[in-house]
């Protein structure tokens, strides 16, 4: 079975911290991604990754980035972490041919708290 | 913009009580059609994928049916076990990449 493990199942932060969200996936898949998920606003795509040291903004970006220095981690990372950052965040990953079903795997989830 | 929007927001059966869950959607052309089944406090889990109107996926007491504009998802004589939120998202051709736009989800409780 695909396996994707987020370090962190719930992590409480202060306003201004550096916040580290690692990602790791045991299936030597290529691509990576790290959504978040709000109550009334469902997943939304922060950054994704289709190769080791790539990426590519998704659609929001804004006050994250992330790492991928080895295949199977993807990092995201919040420079100095803000409340409108308190979230469920999301690591998925993929082959990058697909196959049929065209599935991401997802992760059991980072719940942070920005105090 | 590619848009995905489900319906009811919640939804409350009885064992037994088969019912649908909606899934409305705009793209500028339909790669594929996603749903997933989310348990609380865990990531999103796969069911189906659904490339093309007319085409129809079934799993257990689940089945996804899709047109060009919605797809729904029928359950049939539902368990408790099926209580979790369910979301559907799409993929657009012009997107070179995996790149899902999710709805907000239907929350289901089915109660014995």
């Known amino acids: 079975d695909v396996k994707v493990t987020q370090s962190s199942r719930y992590l409480v932060k202060r306003t201004g911290e550096k916040v580290f969200l690692e990602c790791v996936q045991d299936?030597?898949?290529?691509?990576m991604f790290w959504y978040r998920q709000d109550p009334g606003l469902g997943l939304r795509l922060i950054y994704f990754?289709?190769?080791?040291?790539?990426?590519e903004k998704g659609d929001i970006p804004e006050g994250y980035s992330v790492s991928r220095e080895k295949k199977e981690r993807f990092s995201l990372i919040l420079e100095s972490a803000s409340t409108n950052q308190t979230s469920m965040y999301l690591c998925?990953?993929?082959?990058?041919?697909?196959?049929?079903?065209?599935?991401?795997?997802f992760g059991e989830g980072s719940r942070l708290t920005v105090l | 913009e590619d848009q995905v929007t489900q319906s009811p927001e919640a939804l409350r059966l009885q064992e037994g009580e088969s019912s649908s869950l909606n899934c409305s959607y705009t793209v500028s052309g339909l790669r594929g059609l996603f749903w997933y089944r989310q348990d609380p406090g865990k990531g999103p889990e796969f069911l189906f994928t659904?490339?093309?109107a007319g085409e129809e996926k079934e799993k257990e007491r689940l089945k996804a049916t899709l047109t060009k504009k919605e797809s729904f998802l029928h359950i049939t004589a539902p368990k408790p076990e099926d209580s979790a939120t369910y979301l559907c998202?799409?993929?657009?051709?012009?997107?070179?990449?995996?790149?899902?736009?999710f709805g907000t989800g239907t929350r289901l409780l089915v109660s014995p």
């Open positions: 998202a799409v993929q657009a051709v012009n997107t070179g990449f995996q790149k899902l736009v």
């Open positions: 299936m030597d898949h290529e691509n």
């Open positions: 659904l490339y093309s």
């Open positions: 998925a990953s993929s082959p990058r041919w697909t196959g049929p079903t065209g599935e991401l795997f």
């Open positions: 990754s289709y190769d080791v040291k790539m990426k």
